[in-house]
């Protein structure tokens, strides 16, 4: 399994009647599934798209989504998914630069992309995946008259799979390509540290335009079920553990601490989850403690960014989640190292520092992604010597804890003492 085409592919294979996607009032098996993949491959490639175009999405969390997504992967296309949260002008940019050709269309959004018609340049064909709209195609019309059979495109694993914008810290925003091999590879990761299986059901909450859609994957690579939410309402997130049994769910602390304050949270049974990990930041140890004791569950959490493929590169297991005493202050920590991608805290000259000793934060790994769009000298400056400089500054403590405490500034920087910090950002969940 080296591209995002075959997951589909070996689960029809492997799992052709087993529930592969929930959401809403579709069900689908994973036959089902690369059915619909296969049709949504060939509907896209009688619109014209070939092998290294771009596939530009604006909408939430759907089956359709998933389905555009693996498609893209069995033509050689990438995907360019959008932040519908981003005002309309950033968004124009981002598919201009990425000389999208086609743009799909979901979930409301409709009344933006027509009002971004005239601003975009390579756009030759608009799909809506939500009922018709005068100006755009149907994404069910397209699939009724498309064969089911295997796309004959042989797509290899270093090609590209999806092109991510992220603006990080400069408020640029930057294209982070990234290939079928650093997909395929966090999908690995995550299958393995969370020990997923054809029982495990994943709910997805968070939005599929950043790197969230990979942990969906890796649901399909254990012949697992993935549930997406449909609405971001506690009651509905609530419900849909409960019904379809999920094992796994990943959601920012806001989100954790919202879910617990809940009212009628006794009233549904989540007794099936038997991981909850979180992104977008730390907790703070109060709302931690309140959420542990509310949930009873293990809660886990890593580091990376989308550069990374959102793998984890460092990882704060469940058993390090300490709420009082010494070993509390790993709560501020990113965790260790894991097995799949290397870290290090080098000075400004690149040479490794000291346990303790502050430094900025490289990775290595299959993971790390193939550079930035359309820009080669910041490629060359971040992906030097062999290793991903993040420009997050941090040090690793005695036992190998990753602890981040802040930015790259754009002076050099010296090797010092640092003291644990309250908090540490950039993470990812695993």
């Not at 009647?17 to 949504?40: F, G, Q, S």
């Not at 090609?159 to 408020?171: F, K, N, P, R």
């Not at 959601?251 to 989850?273: G, H, K, T």
């Not at 690149?350 to 502050?358: G, L, R």
Request: proline letters at 4%.
């Amino acid at each position: 399994m080296h591209t995002l085409g075959d997951i589909p592919k070996w689960g029809a294979r492997n799992y052709a009647d087993r529930p592969a996607v929930v959401y809403d009032k579709v069900r689908l098996t994973y036959k089902e599934l690369n059915d619909r993949t296969n049709r949504v491959a060939h509907a896209l490639t009688g619109l014209g798209c070939r092998r290294g175009d771009r596939l530009a999405v604006l909408a939430e969390n759907s089956h359709k989504y998933l389905e555009i997504y693996l498609a893209a992967g069995k033509l050689g296309m990438s995907l360019n998914p959008l932040n519908f949260m981003l005002p309309e002008a950033d968004l124009i940019h981002m598919v201009n630069d990425s000389e999208a050709s086609l743009l799909m269309v979901g979930n409301g959004y409709e009344a933006c992309a027509a009002r971004m018609k005239r601003g975009l340049k390579t756009i030759r064909n608009w799909v809506t995946l939500d009922g018709k709209r005068k100006g755009f195609l149907d994404y069910e019309d397209l699939l009724k008259t498309a064969p089911r059979q295997e796309p004959d495109v042989n797509v290899e694993e270093d090609e590209m799979a999806a092109l991510i914008y992220t603006s990080g810290t400069t408020g640029v925003p930057k294209g982070v390509m990234l290939s079928h091999r650093n997909i395929i590879t966090t999908a690995w990761t995550t299958t393995a540290m969370m020990d997923l299986s054809p029982a495990d059901c994943g709910c997805f909450v968070l939005p599929f335009f950043q790197t969230e859609i990979f942990y969906a994957l890796c649901l399909l690579m254990a012949g697992g079920k993935i549930a997406i939410n449909r609405k971001a309402e506690q009651s509905e997130i609530l419900r849909l553990i409960q019904n379809e049994k999920c094992t796994h769910i990943n959601l920012v602390p806001a989100i954790y601490d919202w879910l617990r304050q809940y009212p009628e949270i006794d009233q549904f049974d989540i007794s099936s989850i038997r991981i909850m990990s979180y992104t977008g930041g730390a907790f703070a140890p109060d709302v931690l403690s309140q959420c542990v004791k509310k949930f009873w569950k293990r809660f886990a959490q890593g580091y990376g960014m989308t550069e990374t493929s959102g793998c984890a590169v460092t990882v704060l297991k469940s058993d390090d989640h300490v709420l009082e005493g010494p070993r509390s202050k790993l709560l501020a920590s990113a965790g260790k190292p894991s097995k799949w991608a290397e870290v290090r805290v080098v000075d400004s000259d690149d040479v490794p520092v000291k346990p303790q000793e502050i430094g900025e934060v490289v990775i290595r790994g299959q993971n790390v992604m193939m550079g930035y769009w359309k820009n080669p000298e910041l490629t060359r400056t971040v992906l030097r010597n062999g290793w991903f400089h993040t420009g997050d500054i941090g040090y690793l403590d005695e036992e190998g804890y990753l602890f981040v405490v802040g930015r790259k500034a754009s002076q050099r920087f010296a090797s010092v003492r640092y003291p644990v910090p309250k908090s540490t950002d950039a993470r990812m969940a695993i």
